[in-house]
């Protein structure tokens, strides 16, 4: 007759028992912290972008202010950070407006839009004066660099050398600069 062998002798045992102590410990340590609030924090869009309006003292994630004399700029917070941005989402961008290259309204091209921002694209906003009421454009996406009609958002060869973190849009008289933002 064949002897049987001790619980702790056998190796499938000896594996469930270590195997439950390990289980019953790692619950244990679950718990705890759970209980003990050791869990990280976790920050969410709208804190992030708080956070930033706070820091850069704001009144809303995106102000504009009007300088006078053809300039103006956009301070604001937002996140997921957009290239060029600071870390905490913070972004400003200047623009001045002045005379564009063309001619007379017809070529779409009297006004510009200087826009200087340390971030990599923006999206330009405009309304369209359509006898007395405004109707808005399609966005205009700009990267640094470039000039860009409103009328379709074609590109221009540009009509003086741009500064290193310069895009312009160039329109008509009818279109009034609406909006702009770091994306």
């Not at 604001?76 to 005379?99: K, L, N």
């Amino acid at each position: 007759m064949t002897e049987e062998k001790k619980f702790l002798e056998r190796p499938l045992a000896v594996v469930a028992l270590v195997g439950g102590a390990l289980g019953v410990i790692a619950t244990g340590i679950g718990i705890y912290s759970s209980l003990a609030g050791a869990r990280p924090a976790v920050e969410d869009d709208s804190t992030r972008v708080a956070a930033c309006v706070r820091s850069h003292g704001l009144s809303q994630a995106s102000e504009r202010r009007d300088e006078g004399d053809g300039r103006w700029y956009v301070r604001a917070c937002s996140w997921p950070t957009p290239v060029g941005a600071a870390a905490d989402g913070f972004s400003e961008i200047t623009v001045r407006t002045q005379d564009g290259p063309g001619e007379s309204e017809a070529t779409g091209m009297t006004v510009a839009h200087v826009f200087t921002s340390t971030c990599r694209d923006l999206e330009v906003s405009y309304l369209f004066d359509n006898q007395g009421t405004f109707v808005p454009e399609q966005p205009v996406r700009l990267t640094k660099g470039e000039t860009r009609r409103v009328e379709g958002g074609s590109v221009v060869t540009a009509s003086e050398p741009l500064g290193r973190d310069q895009s312009v849009v160039l329109s008509a008289g009818r279109y009034q600069l609406d909006s702009v933002r770091c994306v």
